[in-house]
């Protein structure tokens, strides 16, 4: 059939004809039973292939034929005959993404063509091969030139979501936020899709992007999640602030610490006469403890460097919280100790924090001692006043 189809006189005179015998092989070869390993259409293809300079319209009509094939096993979900017929159309100096099916029966949209052939690269387990075919056609869902339908858009919505799951679960970080970043929803496509389905898959890219370290892909998927105002874990940006600055990303951990400040992560600062004393949450880690302490010292520096202000010992307040949002528990108060006198240590230069008494609240309360705060300040305040004071 392919020796056939190559030696039909090629013009643009019998071009309908040849449509239309085009449409009777695609049938034909939608019909027909492999045998063994080998898929009709790709015999065919190989059999029209073997002619050099073959013409144009033949290598258009080809890949139609192609096309119309692959949504028909799509339907049918033969998915590795539609995974050999997609390598053989890759294998073709023809983009088969622009060009439609012959058979009216299997003839969608561009968008549709690229999510049937997405879906099936996935059903073989090619998360990859997937993704490529979406940046090689440069994800387009709908255009002027390649209109689609709404359920083609909700194709893809479904399996943009598939795909990231997909390459969630195969550690593919980066790609998964790729992914989700080009959803229906972020590119302006009409719908009613709402952000509650998207909440819970970015916060697991989130959460496992932090418990693997990568940050980077971490700070963009928060980046990416606020812009697109869905709601973040708490408990994910603590954890992701905290393992900033045990990375000594410092200046991301304040950055991210700020915007987590404002939002609401964290338990209000509770204000005090003569700004002498801080109260610390003590379900914090070491990091928030010292950007808190930092926080401190830069908004009450005008106090501390002032001569005229009396050298009385600032104090912190270890506070107990038993809000179940903070996640604390009572056996981890005394882990608490040890981590407010971690974040003195690792501060530069190191600040003095001695135990002093215990409040009505049965909190631990702590001196920060007065020359290392002065210290402190006289080192850092040129760059920690525009972190702190300013947005």
């Known amino acids: ?133 979406l940046r090689e056609s440069g994800w387009i869902i709908s255009s002027p030139e390649w209109p689609c339908d709404k359920l083609d858009v909700l194709n893809r919505h479904n399996f943009l979501f598939s795909l990231a799951d997909a390459a969630l679960k195969n550690s593919m970080y980066c790609e998964t936020l790729e992914v989700l970043q080009h959803l229906p929803r972020f590119q302006s496509i009409n719908g009613t899709m709402d952000l509650s389905p998207y909440v819970t898959i970015f916060n697991n890219l989130l959460l496992e992007c932090i418990q693997n370290n990568c940050l980077g892909v971490s700070i963009d998927t928060v980046k990416f999640m606020r812009s697109a105002s869905i709601p973040v874990n708490s408990l994910a940006i603590r954890n992701l602030i905290t393992a900033l600055g045990r990375s000594c990303l410092w200046s991301k951990a304040r950055k991210q610490y700020k915007k987590a400040l404002s939002s609401g992560c964290y338990p209000p600062v509770e204000e005090n006469l003569y700004r002498k004393l ?75 924090i001695k135990h002093t008494t215990v409040n009505i609240a049965k909190e631990e309360v702590f001196s920060l001692e007065y020359s290392s705060a002065l210290k402190w300040l006289e080192q850092n305040m040129k760059w920690a006043g525009k972190v702190w004071l300013f947005d």
């Open 1 to 133: 059939m392919g020796a056939f189809f190559q030696n039909l006189h090629w013009n643009d005179d019998t071009k309908s004809e040849l449509h239309r015998i085009a449409k009777c092989i695609a049938v034909i070869l939608v019909k027909s039973e492999d045998h063994g390993a080998t898929v009709p259409f790709c015999e065919f293809a190989k059999a029209v292939w073997q002619k050099p300079h073959t013409n144009g319209l033949v290598k258009k009509l080809l890949v139609r034929i192609g096309t119309s094939v692959i949504v028909a096993y799509y339907k049918s979900e033969q998915w590795r005959k539609a995974r050999k017929v997609l390598d053989t159309l890759q294998e073709l100096p023809v983009n088969f993404t622009v060009l439609k099916g012959l058979v009216s029966e299997f003839a969608v949209s561009r968008c549709q063509i690229i999510n049937v052939a997405g879906e099936i690269f996935l059903k073989v387990g090619c998360v990859s091969k997937a993704l490529w075919l």
């Open 278 to 352: 801080l109260p610390v949450p003590s379900f914090l880690s070491e990091v928030e403890m010292l950007l808190a302490i930092e926080m401190f010292l830069v908004t009450n520096a005008s106090n501390i460097q002032s001569p005229s202000v009396s050298k009385q010992s600032l104090q912190i307040v270890l506070r107990r919280y038993d809000d179940e949002k903070s996640q604390p528990t009572n056996d981890d108060y005394p882990a608490a100790v040890d981590r407010l006198l971690a974040a003195a240590r690792k501060s530069e230069p190191k600040l003095q």
